[in-house]
T-cell receptor, first 119, second 112 residues
């Protein structure tokens, strides 16, 4: 079974600075997807960024980028120019690829990192 | 133009009651999911349907029964509610099984 570990339960950063949230995962699969989701106090779950394991290039979405190290099974999220609206719980998630059975396609989440952006 | 909508947003009820949570998506997606988020914010898959067919059924008490009348709807019915069922339940959908999942706003279920 896949596991996702987020070792930082809480982090804080000053507005406009850069912060990196860490995530490691354990899998024997070669093909999979990795995601970062954001959950602000409003409770919504918002997709931040997605990475396909077969792609060597790190995904980026505006101020959000990842450092994907497949051999190390590491998938960290970097937030540049942090804004107050980035305050949220951030979840790293893993999904197997392939059509071999129903155990695929489910998102396995880490326990989350609560990020606070201070003014 | 809400993409994934759940009703109700809040549900407060007594132990032993039966309740349903409805979910609808207007994205034209083929796959829908139910997740449970516990008091420690941990999210876990419960069920998934693809084109009205059940494809994921995790270890969930059989008091929980999903129903998908069509591709756009996936409802969750819970019988004989227990204190441990208190949680936030999220519905999600994706274009296909391996595509990013879009979540609803969640339903906070509180059992008295």
């Amino acid at each position: 079974a896949q596991t996702v570990t987020q070792s930082q339960p809480e982090m804080s950063v000053q507005e406009a600075e850069t912060v990196t949230l860490s995530c490691t995962y354990d899998t024997s699969e070669n093909n999979y997807y990795l995601f970062w989701y954001k959950q602000p106090p409003s409770r919504q779950m918002i997709l931040v960024i997605r990475q396909e394991a077969y792609k060597q290039q790190n995904a980026t979405e505006n101020r959000f980028s990842v450092n994907f190290q497949k051999a190390a099974k590491s998938f960290s999220l970097k937030i540049s120019d942090s804004q107050l609206g980035d305050t949220a719980m951030y979840f790293c998630a893993f999904m197997k690829e392939g059509y071999s059975g129903g155990s695929n396609y489910k998102l396995t989440f880490g326990k989350g990192t609560l990020l606070t952006v201070n003014p | 133009d809400t993409a994934v909508s759940q009703t109700p947003k809040y549900l407060v009820t007594q132990m032993g009651n039966d309740k349903s949570i409805k979910c609808e998506q207007n994205l034209g997606h083929d796959t829908m999911y139910w997740y449970k988020q516990d008091s420690k914010k941990f999210l876990k898959i419960m069920f998934s349907y693809n084109n009205k067919e059940l494809i994921i059924n995790e270890t969930v008490p059989n008091r929980f029964s999903p129903k998908s009348p069509d591709k756009a709807h996936l409802n969750l019915h819970i019988n004989s509610l227990e204190l441990g069922d208190s949680a936030v339940y999220f519905c999600a959908s994706s274009r296909d099984r391996d595509q990013p999942q879009h979540f609803g706003d969640g339903t906070r279920l509180s059992i008295l």
